[in-house]
Every structure is written in structure tokens, then in C-alpha cells.
């Protein structure tokens, strides 16, 4: 077992624990939006019902991505401080982790970006264009997303990173590495769902991930990471 002598500090354990909080509401507002606040055409393959669908009734997708994007630089945080936590793993796959983590957090990030800037010009472009315009708007909507393709970095990547930093700190919580490596296993599904372009796996997938899973997981590490904060006075 790898062993530190110190561990995140008194700083960055209280930023990273408010972090972990503020990403498990997060998580929860991006259900909330996307599941139920954006119809379910905005959820399904047909084109001009989504783009119909969504110049009408923008805000579920808006408010969802743009959760995404605030909750992937928050991450990267959360990361850190589990990184300088003392846990199991040694510090050379450790910060290979952590490396994973902020590669994730950021390409979440420009994902979220991408998603709130490109839908809503595409859907506009769409609305106003001609035959010609519409088709073109169709294969751009269609097109695999070269940020993030099929939620390689904000599913599976972010997936694994987890899964390593819940068995990493285990010893200091088992309920924050049991849940967590749940958690990392559902994500990874999320994204070969995701791949696959599964939609019933994909809302089970996700809808664990983002209602209960990640929020739960979240929250647990915000409070493993408080703890750590008052162990460090």
C-alpha cells in the first residue's frame, strides 16, 4: 500500500470539498433539465423534430450544457485533492490519474461550451434556411462531436478516473470506494451505450449517473475532503 505523509491541505481540501458539493447539485440540475425540462424529441434521432423542438422550447438543453461546462472545471479541483490524499495507490499511476481527470474535466468543459454555442446557432440556421441550409445543419447535427465523441472524456474516461480514486481513498471511506467504483462502472456503460447510440441503456445509464450515483458519490467526497480540511488545522 502506498502511503503519504501529507495530505491536499487545508486549502485546497475546503476549495475541492465545496467543489464536490457544488458538482453534485450540478448533476442533479442537469437531470432535472435534460430528462424532464427538454421534450423528449430533443432526446431522439429525428432532425427537424429536434430542431423544431428545441427553437421552441431552448432552455432544458441550454441550462443542461451549461452545467457541463461549470462541473468540468470543478473536477479538475476534486481530482487534485484526492490526488494528494493519502490512499492506496502510488504516486507515479496516481498523478497518471489525476492527468486523466483534468483531460476529462476540461474536454467536459469545452463539451458543455460546444453544446450551448453550436446547438443553438445549428437549430437557428436551421429555422431560417433553405433546403439547402437545413440539409447542411442536419449533417453538422449529426456529425460525431470531434471534442468529446460519444462522451469519450465526460462518460468513459471520467468513468475510470473515479473507479481509480474511489479504490485509491477506500481505506478512508469504504463507503466513498465502494459507491465510486459503482459509480465508474456505470459511467463506462454510459459511454458504450452512448457509442452504440442505445437509448433505453443510455437513460439508465445516465439517469443512475446524474440522479443518484453521482450526486450520492459527490457528496461523499465533499465530506471525506471536509474532513481532511479539519484534520489539517
Known amino acids: 500500500m502506498a502511503t503519504d505523509s501529507e495530505g491536499p491541505g ?14 453534485a447539485v450540478l448533476s442533479l440540475v442537469y437531470a432535472v433539465f435534460y430528462l ?3 421534450p423528449s424529441a430533443q432526446r431522439k434521432g429525428d432532425v427537424d423534430a ?15 450544457s451549461l452545467c457541463l461546462f461549470v462541473s468540468g472545471l470543478l ?11 493519502p490512499g492506496t495507490l502510488a ?16 474536454a467536459t468543459t469545452v463539451h458543455g461550451l460546444a453544446d450551448l454555442v453550436d446547438t443553438d446557432k445549428l ?16 449533417v453538422a447535427h449529426a456529425t460525431i462531436s470531434q471534442v468529446d465523441p460519444r462522451g469519450l472524456a465526460t462518460f468513459g ?15 478512508r471511506s469504504r463507503f466513498v470506494g465502494l459507491l465510486g467504483q459503482i459509480l465508474g462502472v456505470d459511467m463506462v456503460l454510459l459511454f458504450a451505450s452512448s457509442a452504440f447510440a442505445a437509448t433505453v441503456p443510455i437513460l439508465i445509464t445516465g439517469g443512475l449517473a446524474s440522479v443518484i450515483l453521482g450526486p450520492a458519490w459527490w457528496l461523499s467526497v465533499a465530506r471525506l475532503l471536509h474532513r481532511e480540511r479539519l484534520m489539517a488545522r
Do not use: C, E, K, M
Open 10 to 23: 487545508r486549502y485546497l481540501s475546503r476549495g475541492a470539498s465545496l467543489a464536490a458539493a457544488t458538482v
Open 36 to 38: 424532464f425540462v427538454a
Open 50 to 64: 429536434f430542431f423544431t423542438s428545441y427553437l421552441a422550447h431552448p432552455t432544458g438543453l441550454r441550462v443542461a
Open 75 to 85: 473536477t479538475t479541483v476534486v481530482y487534485a485533492a484526492l490526488h494528494a490524499t
Open 91 to 106: 504516486p507515479s499511476p496516481r498523478t497518471w490519474i489525476l492527468a486523466l481527470g483534468v483531460v476529462s474535466g476540461v
Open 123 to 138: 437549430a437557428h440556421t436551421y429555422g431560417s434556411g433553405d433546403a439547402a441550409t437545413r440539409a447542411a445543419a442536419a
Open 157 to 171: 474516461i471520467v468513468g475510470l478516473v473515479v473507479f481509480a480514486f474511489s479504490r485509491h481513498v477506500r481505506q
